[in-house]
């Protein structure tokens, strides 16, 4: 009996890759039954042109995202566990969009919260987050930013901005 062996491409319109995410199976026949193994080929559009992620560099990040959901600093515990994590719409932590890992993301909204501390204030980090929020916004995300001191002294103030910038993109009241 002759075994097939062939890649073909299903597009996907799911996950933080979307829309420019193609996941690749690579499918044989075996005695009569078919298998489909799910190979990622991660590619996201740049400014420049095309930047293809590798799978090692998509492991990397994975590794970075679970490291930081791990080690939260006590800012972005408090913002987490007295804001996002009460509200009706779900948020996720240290989340992958496209080649970045963004603090805090709720999908419903494509809504990316992100929180700075002093190195934000840098000239270098300034315009790497400069870059980061233009091309985010490019895609169609929203990203609003606290810095540490406003989420220790108002954080009534910042839930409610949160909450207003939530409801315009939702359209209705969280």
């Not at 996201?44 to 090692?56: C, E, H, I, S, W």
């Not at 080649?99 to 315009?127: N, P, R, W």
């Amino acid at each position: 009996m002759a075994e097939d062996f062939f890649l073909f491409p299903f597009a996907s319109t799911f996950g933080s890759f979307a829309p420019s995410t193609a996941h690749f199976y690579f499918v044989f026949l075996y005695s009569s039954r078919i298998y489909y193994i799910k190979i990622l080929q991660l590619e996201v559009l740049m400014d420049r042109g095309r930047k293809a992620v590798t799978l090692a560099e998509y492991d990397e990040l994975r590794k970075n995202a679970r490291m930081m959901r791990k080690n939260m600093t006590v800012v972005e515990k408090i913002l987490w566990y007295q804001v996002l994590k009460k509200l009706s719409v779900r948020f996720l932590r240290q989340k992958i969009i496209y080649y970045y890992i963004v603090d805090f993301y709720c999908a419903k909204a494509k809504l990316i919260v992100e929180v700075d501390g002093i190195q934000h204030t840098e000239k270098d980090v300034e315009e790497y987050d400069a870059k980061r929020t233009a091309f985010l916004r490019s895609r169609g995300y929203e990203l609003i930013r606290f810095s540490n001191s406003e989420i220790a002294h108002d954080l009534y103030g910042v839930e409610d901005r949160i909450k207003k910038v939530l409801e315009e993109r939702l359209g209705r009241e969280v």
